[in-house]
Structures are given as C-alpha cells and as structure tokens.
C-alpha cells in the first residue's frame, strides 16, 4: 500500500511538472514538401525549397517552433511533373497533409479537387489556377499575394507608365513569350481581355517544355515583327535560353520583362552582361539586406544546417523563405482560435483566411522591405494587395526599381468571379458565405 | 478555302516578299541542325559500336559539361580543365564497360538498352552529388555576338559550333574508315562473337568507343552549356537528336550531320511560315513528320545500313 501512494505521489507530480511547462505542446506540425531537386527545372527547385527549408529550420532553432510545436516536414520529389506531384500528394496527405505549397501551376491545378475533398489548403504563391482567388469556391485554395491576371496587369500598366501613360497602349505591338504548360497559358484570357480594352495587339510565342534550350525560330521573328516590348511567362531554361536568344538579336533588353517566375539569377547568370537591363516583375524584395538573414546566419548556417547556402539571398531563395513565413504565420493564426498544438488542414484554412500580415508583424519578423503586407479574406483568398514591384539586372545582381505597381483589381477580380462561377457549375459547386 | 490558301500559297508569296528573311531562317535552321547534329554524333558512336541505343547521351552531355564547368569553377584553366575532364570521361567509360557493358555481352540489345537507360539516372543522380544543382555560367571565350550582312543576321557562336563541329566529323570519319581501331569498331558492330572469334578485343573497342561518345559528348557540352549555361536541362537536348537519328540513320557520322542539317532548317522554315497556322510551337512535332516522310522512302535513313535479312 505504501508502495502503491509513493508511485502514485510520483507520478502526480511527474504529471503536474509536465502539465506546468509553458509553451512545449505535444506532437508536431507536420508539412509537405513537394520539392524538385532533378530534372530540367531543379536550379529552380533547389533555391525555392532551401529557402522553404531554412525558414522552417530558423523558426524550429530561434524560437522552439511555432508557439512550442515543432515543425516536422517531408519531401517528396516531384521533378515537376504534375503526375509525380499527385502521386506524392497521395503518398504524403496522410501523415503530413496539412498545407501543400507545391511551387507549380500543373500540379496546383491537380491536385484542387483532391486537397478540397481532404479538407487541406494548397498554398499557390503567385501561381496556380487564377480564379481560385474567389475563396467562395475555391474555399482550400490559397494564391496571395497576387495572381497571374493581377501580375499580367500590373506589367501592362507598367509599360504604359514607361510610354507615358494608358493612352499609349494603343496600336502598340508586344511579344509574348510563353511556356507551352499551364503556368504559361493562364495570363493569355486576361491578355486578350487587356488588348481588346486598351487597344494593343501582341503575338504568341510558345516555347514546348522539351525545347527549351531551342528558340532561334521564336526570336527570328521577333527579329522580324520588332515589337515594342517582350513579356516573358517562362520557367527553367526556358529563361537563360530567351534572355540570350534576346540579347544575340540585339532586342532592347529595357524592353524585354519577365514576370517573377522568370526573374531570378538563375535565369541572367547564364547570359551575365549580356542580359544587363533585363527587367521582371517581382513580389518580394532580393538580396539578403533584412534583420531575418541576421538570424538566419545564427541559428542555421552557422550551425551549419542551411539546405543551399549558396542560394541565400537570390530571389528564388527568399520567395522560398516568404511562401514559408506566411505559412507560419498562417498556423500562428489558426493557434490562436484553436491552441497551442499541431493544427489540422482545415484549422489551418482558417487562419489563411483570416491572416493579416500588417507592417508592424513584418518588421517583428525582420522582414520590412522583403514583403509588403498582406490581409487574406474568406472571399479573397489572392489578398488586398495585389501588385508588382518591378527589378532590373545590372550584369551582377538585381535592383529594384520605381515603386510597388497595383494590380488592375477592378477588370481583374468580377472575371475572376465569373470564371469561377462557371467552374462552380462545371462542378456542382454551391459558393459558400462569406458574409 | 481559306484553309488551303494559308497553307499551301500564303507562307510562299511571304517567302517571296522577303527572301533575305527566309535566308536569315534557313541560316538559322542551318546553325540550330548543327548543334544537334553534334548531340546525335554521340548516338551514332555507340550504336556504330554496339547496336546499343545510348539513352544516356544526353546525360553525358551534361555529366560533361558539369565536370568541365565545374572544374573551371575551381579555379583551373581552360586548357587544364579541358583534358582533364576527358579523363574523367574515359574513365567513365571504362567503368560502364567494366561494371555494365562486360556483363551483358552477347545479350539482346533491348537488355543493352535498358542498362543505359540506368547509366542515364546514376549519371544524373551522381553528377548533382558532385557538382550540385546550381546553374553554373560557362565562358570559354566562344564569341556571343552577331554578324549582319544588310539585314541578314548570323550568330558568332553557331557560326563557331558549326567549325567545330565540321572539324568533329571529318575527324571522325577518317578514324572509322581508315584506321584499323575504326574498321574493328565496324565488325564489332555487325556481331559481337563473330567479331570476337576473329581476336577483336570486344571490351577494349567498347572502352574506345564509349571514351570517343564521351569526348562528343563534352564538346556538345561545352557549346550548349555557353549558350544556355550548364544546367540539368542540358540532358533533354537529346531529344532533339531523336528525329535526326531516325533521318540521319544511326549508324551514319555524316547522316547525323546531314539528317541534322535537314531537321534544323525544315523545322525552322516550318514554325516560321506554317506555325502560326497552328497555334505555334509545331517544331517539336514537325521534326519527326519530317523523318516519318523520309522514312517512307529510306526505312533505314538517309545514310543508314541497309538491312538485308535472308530465310
């Protein structure tokens, strides 16, 4: 008996030590990764997903993960491949499905119906399907802070204000050079709406996933045609291949401007000087000027636990640190209404949509000049403040120029709920509330 | 009507409107179908050799290319980095005769097929473990201008890949022709045994053979690595060495030149004057019409062996 109350005495106060630990929460915030480290796109890949990776890392080693739960994440290759992606989405969504940002428009639009079926949020930063920005229909699919419609006006308004104004659009000729995939079709319902509008015409180019490296025919007659400007929706060696091909024809490289899949030093490095004065779009700063690299370099690469070092501070990398920041920032959100503890798919949907990254949180994550400010709505899932800033290559490095471009909202976001309305009755869908 | 009219007479009359264009697009056919011609040259080796089909080329390509780059990155000079990843080339090559090839004599070439097929992953695999996957910029003082003679434009850099290439192939040609190694290459490819029972030291011809592919290999390397920087997309370009193997015929080094020549121009004047037709992007297809066509006529390409087979 005397046995029995000393173990039971001890077990109690083993149980009310642990019970008094403020923050460590059982379990872990387990995320998937599907990342592509082979194949023809994996310069890309391996910049974004270290970025990713060493975010997670930083929030694990700085601060003990997020509110005290560990973040736990698993990779699964993807190559790029839309097939692979859902294959590893299957293979992952059972243990470590609880938001999937899979850094590619084949596999975002894949895999849409399957994460709404299974209640997880798909994270697609500045890609994937367009008209999943009206959160009514798309209520687990998530593309702040600005989508390719958004993105493709934003670069239009651009050059106007490089001609001198809207007005100027008229009679002007602009090429379009794009990857034969869906990432680089979606912005062409949306050029076609802007050319009718403001009186442009502009010529496709299509450039086959399996030629990327081949694109004499595209830029003879470029050569021939001699738009105004260029505007680039590539991804891989599609852009070091157009960014030379431009170059070698003697085109106006001020004139030539890539959207921000086709805008990072994997894309100029190859063509160095010879792309200086390149432009692209951009949705978060480059460099590794901001407080966050201090501690980046703390409590990561000095521990020597960074994925790419060599990565740190090129676009792709901080796109990959931005992408995983608002995830956290997401979870963080979700804690709040449902506790310290590893968070579901659908607590997480909640706090995306009632993420408010406000300036002041920006700088708290050292973060100020990274990435602007973002509030995410139940019906706006692309965020308030959709836009462009805009960079150019010096030969060396990327610049940001000129001030943050909005987006055109009020063309882009009633066709944006008109696609989606015919996609809700393509599928059956009712919209849901979000008043 | 209006159909037939886009097709068959708009694209001439636009031909005839402005030949200097259509000369600057059959240039740049001509300068596009020689750099594939020196990605095919390396199929064209091993199958001479082996009747194998090396889907690993365009690994080697890269695998190459990443060596070279990479040793360069390392502070070495062109002319040290040069040789020395030929070395590792040919050390490749004796550990795939040792390790693969040595094993699977006298077996079915798909077998053969297959095993390269494994090369080509391990390849990948091994040469981002080395080298990893980061682009790397590869200047070796190729020049990047252009020439124009009025409105015709020619790029310095083709105009280069074209030189050494021509050199390549006429190198290549003499050695299998005329030189006993090459003649040995030749029976070896015919028949294994039978080569074997007249003493043609199968494993050293395989050794040569792979070492030969692999030194192709690098110089397609070096030229599509300057132009696009070295990056894992370099190990996709074979496939545009597919329809100019099939046009060519694959045991042919000068049908790899040709058939290249002929894919480069016929797809370039073919998404240029009929692509918009088409939505565009129709060279990635049209490449291979175009050997079907020629197939039709010559079913083993243009210079290919014919194959006789007797009851």
């Not at chain 1, 994937?128 to 699919?141: E, L, N, Q, W």
């Not at chain 1, 104004?165 to 008229?170: N, V």
């Not at chain 2, 920087?229 to 074979?238: E, N, P, Y």
């Given at each position: 008996m005397k046995k029995f109350v000393t173990s039971a005495l001890a077990a109690t106060l083993v149980a009310g030590s642990v019970l008094a630990t403020p923050v460590m929460a059982a379990g872990t915030q387990n995320i998937p990764l599907l990342v592509?480290?082979?194949?023809?796109?994996a310069a890309n890949g391996i910049a974004i997903f270290a970025g990713m990776i060493d975010y997670f890392k930083l929030v694990n080693n700085r601060?003990?993960?997020?509110n005290g739960v560990k973040i736990k994440y698993t990779e699964c290759e993807t190559g790029y491949k839309t097939d692979r992606g859902v294959e590893c989405y299957d293979r992952t969504?059972?243990?470590?499905?609880?938001?999937?940002?899979?850094?590619?428009t084949g596999i975002t639009y894949a895999i849409i119906d399957k994460a709404t079926h299974d209640k997880i949020p798909v994270f697609s930063m500045g890609y994937?399907?367009?008209?999943?920005?009206?959160?009514?229909?798309?209520?687990?699919?998530f593309n702040f802070p600005s989508t390719y419609w958004s993105q493709a006006t934003a670069i239009i308004r651009y050059i106007a204000k490089d001609l001198g104004?809207?007005?100027?659009?008229?009679g002007k000729n602009f090429a379009f050079i794009y990857l034969d995939h869906p990432y680089g079709k979606e912005p062409i319902p949306f050029l076609d709406i802007m050319a009718k509008k403001f009186g442009f015409t502009y010529d496709k180019y299509p450039v086959p996933t399996t030629s990327m490296t081949e694109q004499k025919s595209i830029w003879l007659q470029i050569r021939r045609t001699k738009p105004d400007y260029a505007i680039m929706w590539g991804w891989g060696a599609m852009n070091p291949t157009a960014i030379k091909e431009a170059a070698s024809i003697h085109f106006p490289m001020d004139h030539f401007i890539g959207n921000w899949w086709s805008g990072s030093e994997v894309d100029v490095k190859a063509a160095g000087m010879l792309a200086k004065g390149y432009k692209s779009a951009a949705m978060h700063g480059t460099g590794k000027?901001?407080?966050v690299y201090t501690d980046l370099k703390k409590y990561v690469y000095d521990t020597k636990q960074?994925?790419?070092?060599?990565?740190?501070?090129d676009v792709l990398y901080n796109r990959g640190l931005v992408n995983s920041a608002y995830v956290v920032e997401a979870i963080r959100t979700a804690m709040k209404k449902f506790g310290n503890k590893p968070m579901t798919g659908e607590q997480i949907r909640w706090g995306m949509e009632n993420l408010d990254v406000t300036a002041a949180r920006i700088k708290e994550l050292g973060m100020t000049g990274l990435t602007p400010p973002v509030k995410v709505s139940c019906a706006n899932h692309e965020g308030n403040n959709p836009g462009i800033f805009v960079q150019q290559w010096d030969g060396t490095k990327w610049h940001m120029i000129g001030d943050f471009i909005p987006a055109m909202s009020d063309i882009v976001r009633p066709i944006v709920e008109q696609e989606a309305a015919k996609y809700a009755k393509e599928k059956g869908i009712t919209p849901r509330s979000c008043s | 009507m209006d159909m037939l009219y886009n097709i068959l007479i708009a694209p001439f009359l636009e031909i005839a409107k402005s030949p200097s264009f259509f000369a600057e697009v059959v240039i740049g056919g001509l300068m596009s179908g020689v750099m594939y011609s020196l990605v095919a040259l390396g199929f064209v080796l091993i199958f001479k050799a082996s009747?194998?089909?090396?889907?690993?080329q365009g690994v080697m390509v890269l695998f190459a290319a990443l060596n070279f780059s990479g040793l360069l990155d390392a502070g070495l000079s062109i002319w040290l980095a040069f040789p020395l990843t030929v070395l590792i080339m040919v050390l490749l090559a004796w550990c795939i005769e040792r390790l693969v090839l040595s094993k699977l004599v006298n077996q079915q070439d798909i077998i053969l097929f297959m095993a390269t097929i494994g090369i080509g992953y391990f390849l990948q695999g091994f040469g981002e473990f080395l080298w990893t996957g980061n682009v790397r910029k590869l200047d070796v003082g190729i020049p990047q201008d252009a020439w124009f003679f009025g409105d015709i434009m020619i790029q310095q850099s083709d105009v280069f890949a074209a030189v050494v290439a021509g050199i390549l192939v006429i190198v290549l040609a003499l050695f299998f022709q005329y030189t006993r190694i090459g003649r040995a290459l030749r029976a070896v490819a015919d028949d294994h045994q039978a080569a074997m029972t007249v003493g043609i030291p199968l494993r050293s011809i395989w050794l040569i053979v792979w070492s030969v592919a692999g030194f192709v290999a690098l110089v397609a390397g070096i030229m599509w690595g300057s132009r696009v920087?070295?990056?894992?997309?370099?190990?996709?370009?074979?496939l545009k060495a597919l329809p100019v193997l099939i046009l060519g015929g694959f045991t042919s080094v000068p049908g790899a030149i040709i058939g290249g020549l002929i894919i480069g121009v016929g797809e370039k004047v073919a998404e240029i004057y009929w692509g918009p037709l088409f939505g565009g992007a129709i060279e990635e297809w049209f490449a291979y019409i175009l050997a079907m066509l020629f197939l039709f006529f010559r079913p083993q390409g243009l210079f290919g062996e014919r194959i006789i087979e007797r009851v």
């Open positions: 592509y480290r082979t194949g023809p796109y601060d003990g993960g997020i969504k059972d243990e470590y499905g609880s938001i999937y940002s899979p850094v590619s994937g399907r367009t008209s999943a920005a009206d959160g009514r229909v798309f209520p687990y699919i104004g809207m007005d100027k659009l008229k000027n901001y407080p960074a994925d790419n070092l060599a990565s740190a501070g | 009747g194998v089909f090396n889907f690993a920087g070295v990056q894992f997309s370099l190990s996709v370009i074979a």
